[in-house]
């Protein structure tokens, strides 16, 4: 459930275009690295361990702190905001 959330998450965040693109893409790379871990250890093996989960927390904490430094992108909010 948790990579279906996040795969909506990331794509919306590359959608709307609210980040730089490198953020949702690396999102969107290690929200799948970690289906097909979960995948792999439905089926009783594991890929990569927590090695293959690790881009995703990287990326969790590179987000975080890219909001609180820069925040979205505000030629994107103004003409969304224009717009209503």
Known sequence: VYCLGA???????FYARLLPRFIPVWGLIGVTLLFIEILANVFGTSVGGVMIM???????????????????NEVTLSSVSEHQ
Do not use: K, Q, T, V
Request: charged share 10%; net charge neutral.
């Open 7 to 13: 795969w909506s998450f990331y794509g919306l965040l």
């Open 54 to 72: 690790m881009p995703l927390g990287f990326n969790e904490i590179f987000l975080g702190g890219w909001l609180m430094a820069r925040g979205f």
